[in-house]
């Protein structure tokens, strides 16, 4: 949509952001409604199985069995950035096009970490007293952020023709920012709002995120780009 919109196509651009909302919002809708079916049809094949089932999946030691699945996750990661680490060497030192994708792998895990973070400021609003405690400042950080970052690294890109450049600001946006920003999560949020008893908020979450992080990408890129001519 930027790059329309630095070519002067602010109609197209103004469209995509209409038309990918609107795809986003009712494919979440349709993945909600059709879950909610299959779950019905289960109940009513398996009568209360179900509950009973759940009883036998039960465990004594969540602590332990958490404790567990935590070791297994971090040796899980340290094989993949060991494997990441490897194959990026190879294929840096064999001009690849496919480099930015071993350490977009690597640095893909900082952007979940920093989004889990961020995700602790939801629901708790501004100041001791909670101002807009229904807006998710969590996720409306992460999502401008990762707009504004992802726009300067596009902008480095223009302004440094480099091998080297490309391949650390496209892995960087592909892997940390892609893992920090997060339109499922501000698609649910989007869908809980219109469901409930204000659903204007929705549409001004919607929007203050979509202009916000649109105005900020236009000043870092599009300026930057109109100014010095880049191609």
Not at 8 to 17: E, K, R, S
Request: with cysteine; charged share 15%; glycine share 8%.
């Amino acid at each position: 949509m930027l790059e329309l919109s630095v070519e002067g196509h602010w109609v197209f651009a103004g469209l995509g952001f209409l038309i990918g909302l609107f795809l986003s919002v009712y494919s979440f809708i349709f993945g909600v409604e059709t879950s909610k079916g299959f779950r019905k049809l289960l109940i009513r094949s398996s009568g209360y199985g179900i509950a009973s089932s759940r009883k036998n999946w039960r465990v004594d030691s969540y602590n332990r069995h958490l404790a567990v699945l935590a070791v297994l996750l971090l040796l899980f990661l340290a094989g993949l950035w060991s494997v990441s680490g490897i194959l990026l060497r190879q294929e840096f030192n064999s001009n690849s096009s496919e480099t930015h994708l071993w350490l977009a792998c690597i640095v893909g895990p900082l952007g979940v970490w920093v989004r889990w973070f961020l995700a602790r400021l939801n629901g708790h609003g501004l100041g001791k007293t909670g101002l807009l405690k229904w807006v998710p400042f969590g996720t409306l950080i992460a999502n401008v952020s990762s707009a504004c970052i992802m726009a300067a690294l596009a902008t480095m890109k223009k302004a440094v023709s480099s091998k080297t450049c490309d391949i650390v600001a496209t892995a960087i946006q592909f892997g940390f920012l892609g893992c920090l920003s997060t339109v499922p999560a501000f698609i649910a949020e989007f869908n809980a709002m219109r469901e409930s008893k204000n659903p204007w908020r929705a549409y001004l979450y919607a929007i203050v995120t979509i202009f916000t992080s649109f105005c900020l990408e236009t000043l870092i890129y599009s300026v930057p780009v109109w100014a010095k001519g880049y191609k």
